[in-house]
T-cell receptor
Framework: GAGVSQSPSNKVTEKGKDVELRCDPI?????LYWYRQSLGQGLEFLIY????????KSGLPSDRFSAERTGGSVSTLTIQRTQQEDSAVYLC????????????FGNGTRLTVT | AQTVTQSQPEMSVQEAETVTLSCTYD???????LFWYKQPPSRQMILVIR??????QNATENRFSVNFQKAAKSFSLKISDSQLGDAAMYFC??????????????FGQGTILTVHP
Protein backbone atom coordinates (compact mmCIF):
# COMPACT_ATOMS: atom_id res chain seq x y z
CA GLY A 1 0.00 0.00 0.00
CA ALA A 2 0.95 3.62 -0.41
CA GLY A 3 0.60 4.60 3.22
CA VAL A 4 0.24 3.34 6.78
CA SER A 5 -3.02 1.46 7.16
CA GLN A 6 -4.86 1.10 10.46
CA SER A 7 -7.93 -0.96 11.27
CA PRO A 8 -10.58 -0.67 12.42
CA SER A 9 -11.16 3.02 11.80
CA ASN A 10 -13.55 3.18 14.73
CA LYS A 11 -14.18 0.75 17.55
CA VAL A 12 -16.82 0.88 20.27
CA THR A 13 -16.45 -1.60 23.09
CA GLU A 14 -17.89 -2.23 26.51
CA LYS A 15 -15.87 -1.64 29.63
CA GLY A 16 -13.98 -4.77 30.61
CA LYS A 17 -13.69 -6.22 27.09
CA ASP A 18 -10.41 -6.76 25.26
CA VAL A 19 -9.66 -4.98 21.97
CA GLU A 20 -7.05 -5.39 19.25
CA LEU A 21 -5.92 -2.56 17.01
CA ARG A 22 -3.98 -3.27 13.85
CA CYS A 23 -1.31 -1.33 11.99
CA ASP A 24 0.11 -2.17 8.58
CA PRO A 25 3.19 0.01 7.95
CA ILE A 26 4.66 1.18 4.69
CA UNK A 27 6.60 -1.60 3.00
CA UNK A 28 10.28 -1.41 3.82
CA UNK A 29 9.83 0.66 6.98
CA UNK A 30 11.57 -1.20 9.77
CA UNK A 31 10.61 1.23 12.54
CA LEU A 32 7.04 1.35 13.85
CA TYR A 33 5.53 3.53 16.56
CA TRP A 34 2.25 3.63 18.45
CA TYR A 35 0.88 6.88 19.85
CA ARG A 36 -2.27 7.71 21.78
CA GLN A 37 -4.22 10.93 21.39
CA SER A 38 -6.79 11.61 24.10
CA LEU A 39 -9.59 14.10 23.46
CA GLY A 40 -8.21 17.57 22.88
CA GLN A 41 -4.67 16.51 23.75
CA GLY A 42 -1.41 16.09 21.93
CA LEU A 43 0.01 12.73 21.04
CA GLU A 44 1.54 10.53 23.71
CA PHE A 45 4.21 7.97 22.76
CA LEU A 46 3.37 4.38 23.67
CA ILE A 47 5.88 1.97 22.12
CA TYR A 48 8.58 1.67 19.45
CA UNK A 49 9.40 -1.38 17.34
CA UNK A 50 12.56 -1.95 15.38
CA UNK A 51 11.84 -5.03 13.30
CA UNK A 52 10.01 -7.41 15.62
CA UNK A 53 11.71 -6.14 18.78
CA UNK A 54 10.40 -3.42 21.06
CA UNK A 55 13.44 -1.63 22.50
CA UNK A 56 11.29 1.14 23.98
CA LYS A 57 8.00 0.33 25.72
CA SER A 58 8.27 3.20 28.16
CA GLY A 59 4.98 4.84 27.15
CA LEU A 60 2.65 1.91 27.76
CA PRO A 61 0.37 3.21 30.55
CA SER A 62 -0.30 -0.08 32.33
CA ASP A 63 0.15 -3.82 32.04
CA ARG A 64 -3.26 -4.00 30.37
CA PHE A 65 -1.55 -2.64 27.26
CA SER A 66 0.65 -4.84 25.09
CA ALA A 67 1.84 -4.86 21.50
CA GLU A 68 3.55 -7.18 19.13
CA ARG A 69 4.93 -7.07 15.64
CA THR A 70 5.39 -10.06 13.38
CA GLY A 71 7.42 -10.53 10.21
CA GLY A 72 8.81 -7.05 10.62
CA SER A 73 5.52 -5.76 9.27
CA VAL A 74 2.06 -5.77 10.84
CA SER A 75 1.70 -4.71 14.45
CA THR A 76 -1.15 -5.29 16.88
CA LEU A 77 -1.85 -3.19 19.96
CA THR A 78 -3.95 -5.06 22.51
CA ILE A 79 -5.80 -3.48 25.40
CA GLN A 80 -7.16 -5.91 27.96
CA ARG A 81 -10.06 -5.21 30.32
CA THR A 82 -10.70 -1.83 28.72
CA GLN A 83 -11.54 1.15 30.92
CA GLN A 84 -13.31 4.38 30.00
CA GLU A 85 -10.04 6.30 30.28
CA ASP A 86 -8.69 4.18 27.42
CA SER A 87 -11.03 6.03 25.05
CA ALA A 88 -8.77 7.86 22.59
CA VAL A 89 -7.45 7.84 19.05
CA TYR A 90 -4.60 5.38 18.64
CA LEU A 91 -2.18 6.38 15.89
CA CYS A 92 0.48 4.26 14.29
CA UNK A 93 3.50 5.59 12.41
CA UNK A 94 6.35 4.02 10.51
CA UNK A 95 9.68 5.14 9.14
CA UNK A 96 12.97 3.93 7.77
CA UNK A 97 15.59 3.45 10.44
CA UNK A 98 17.56 6.55 9.64
CA UNK A 99 18.03 9.64 11.75
CA UNK A 100 16.65 11.97 9.11
CA UNK A 101 13.74 9.78 8.03
CA UNK A 102 10.33 11.34 8.62
CA UNK A 103 7.46 9.59 10.34
CA UNK A 104 4.49 8.53 8.22
CA PHE A 105 1.26 8.32 10.19
CA GLY A 106 -1.89 6.34 9.61
CA ASN A 107 -5.41 7.70 10.08
CA GLY A 108 -5.72 6.15 13.50
CA THR A 109 -8.31 4.06 15.30
CA ARG A 110 -10.86 5.91 17.41
CA LEU A 111 -11.59 3.73 20.43
CA THR A 112 -14.67 4.43 22.54
CA VAL A 113 -15.20 2.49 25.75
CA THR A 114 -18.77 2.62 27.04
CA ALA B 1 12.25 15.40 30.64
CA GLN B 2 11.45 17.36 27.55
CA THR B 3 8.26 19.40 27.38
CA VAL B 4 6.57 21.22 24.54
CA THR B 5 4.06 24.01 25.17
CA GLN B 6 1.61 25.59 22.75
CA SER B 7 -0.06 28.47 24.53
CA GLN B 8 -2.68 29.20 21.88
CA PRO B 9 -5.52 26.65 21.99
CA GLU B 10 -7.21 28.36 19.03
CA MET B 11 -6.24 30.83 16.34
CA SER B 12 -8.10 32.28 13.38
CA VAL B 13 -7.02 34.04 10.20
CA GLN B 14 -8.62 35.51 7.11
CA GLU B 15 -7.94 33.81 3.82
CA ALA B 16 -4.80 35.24 2.15
CA GLU B 17 -3.57 36.74 5.42
CA THR B 18 -0.61 35.64 7.58
CA VAL B 19 -0.81 33.87 10.92
CA THR B 20 1.83 32.81 13.44
CA LEU B 21 1.48 29.86 15.79
CA SER B 22 3.64 29.81 18.92
CA CYS B 23 5.57 26.98 20.51
CA THR B 24 8.09 26.82 23.33
CA TYR B 25 10.01 23.80 24.52
CA ASP B 26 12.29 22.77 27.31
CA UNK B 27 15.28 20.47 26.95
CA UNK B 28 18.78 20.07 28.30
CA UNK B 29 19.99 18.56 25.04
CA UNK B 30 21.84 20.51 22.35
CA UNK B 31 21.17 18.20 19.39
CA UNK B 32 17.53 17.79 18.52
CA UNK B 33 14.85 18.26 15.90
CA LEU B 34 11.70 20.35 16.01
CA PHE B 35 8.62 19.75 13.88
CA TRP B 36 5.28 21.20 13.02
CA TYR B 37 2.57 18.69 12.14
CA LYS B 38 -0.88 19.36 10.73
CA GLN B 39 -3.86 17.18 11.66
CA PRO B 40 -6.98 17.67 9.52
CA PRO B 41 -10.31 16.00 10.39
CA SER B 42 -9.06 12.81 8.68
CA ARG B 43 -6.84 12.41 11.79
CA GLN B 44 -3.70 11.71 9.75
CA MET B 45 -0.68 13.63 11.04
CA ILE B 46 1.04 15.44 8.16
CA LEU B 47 4.55 16.83 8.49
CA VAL B 48 4.56 20.54 7.63
CA ILE B 49 8.14 21.55 8.38
CA ARG B 50 11.24 20.37 10.22
CA UNK B 51 14.13 22.22 11.85
CA UNK B 52 17.46 20.77 12.94
CA UNK B 53 18.73 22.47 16.07
CA UNK B 54 22.29 22.72 14.77
CA UNK B 55 21.15 24.77 11.78
CA UNK B 56 20.92 28.49 12.41
CA GLN B 57 18.96 29.14 9.24
CA ASN B 58 15.20 29.00 9.68
CA ALA B 59 13.46 26.28 7.68
CA THR B 60 10.96 27.22 4.98
CA GLU B 61 8.56 25.12 2.90
CA ASN B 62 6.62 27.20 0.39
CA ARG B 63 4.11 29.28 2.40
CA PHE B 64 5.31 27.84 5.70
CA SER B 65 8.31 29.14 7.62
CA VAL B 66 9.60 28.98 11.15
CA ASN B 67 11.24 31.38 13.55
CA PHE B 68 13.66 29.24 15.53
CA GLN B 69 15.18 30.94 18.57
CA LYS B 70 17.40 28.33 20.17
CA ALA B 71 18.48 30.35 23.18
CA ALA B 72 14.91 31.28 23.97
CA LYS B 73 13.71 27.72 23.16
CA SER B 74 11.04 29.11 20.91
CA PHE B 75 9.83 27.65 17.61
CA SER B 76 6.97 29.50 15.93
CA LEU B 77 5.27 28.65 12.63
CA LYS B 78 4.30 31.35 10.16
CA ILE B 79 1.73 30.58 7.50
CA SER B 80 1.63 33.13 4.70
CA ASP B 81 -1.20 33.61 2.19
CA SER B 82 -3.47 31.38 4.30
CA GLN B 83 -5.77 29.05 2.39
CA LEU B 84 -8.99 27.32 3.41
CA GLY B 85 -7.15 24.00 3.24
CA ASP B 86 -4.80 25.15 5.99
CA ALA B 87 -7.59 24.83 8.55
CA ALA B 88 -6.58 22.03 10.93
CA MET B 89 -5.07 21.28 14.31
CA TYR B 90 -1.35 22.10 14.36
CA PHE B 91 1.09 20.36 16.67
CA CYS B 92 4.60 21.36 17.59
CA UNK B 93 6.89 18.43 18.40
CA UNK B 94 10.40 17.77 19.69
CA UNK B 95 12.73 14.85 19.15
CA UNK B 96 16.12 14.20 20.66
CA UNK B 97 18.59 13.59 17.82
CA UNK B 98 20.64 11.00 19.68
CA UNK B 99 19.76 7.45 20.60
CA UNK B 100 18.01 5.11 18.19
CA UNK B 101 14.33 5.84 18.74
CA UNK B 102 14.12 8.27 15.84
CA UNK B 103 10.36 8.51 15.86
CA UNK B 104 9.85 9.10 19.58
CA UNK B 105 8.44 12.60 19.60
CA UNK B 106 7.16 14.82 22.39
CA PHE B 107 4.12 16.79 21.24
CA GLY B 108 2.51 20.01 22.40
CA GLN B 109 -1.20 20.24 23.12
CA GLY B 110 -2.06 21.60 19.69
CA THR B 111 -3.54 24.78 18.21
CA ILE B 112 -6.78 24.71 16.25
CA LEU B 113 -6.47 26.99 13.23
CA THR B 114 -9.62 28.34 11.60
CA VAL B 115 -9.40 30.05 8.20
CA HIS B 116 -12.21 32.46 7.32
CA PRO B 117 -13.10 33.06 3.66
Amino acid sequence: GAGVSQSPSNKVTEKGKDVELRCDPISGHTALYWYRQSLGQGLEFLIYFQGNSAPDKSGLPSDRFSAERTGGSVSTLTIQRTQQEDSAVYLCASSRRRRESPLHFGNGTRLTVT
Amino acid sequence: AQTVTQSQPEMSVQEAETVTLSCTYDTSESDYYLFWYKQPPSRQMILVIRQEAYKQQNATENRFSVNFQKAAKSFSLKISDSQLGDAAMYFCAYRYAGGTSYGKLTFGQGTILTVHP
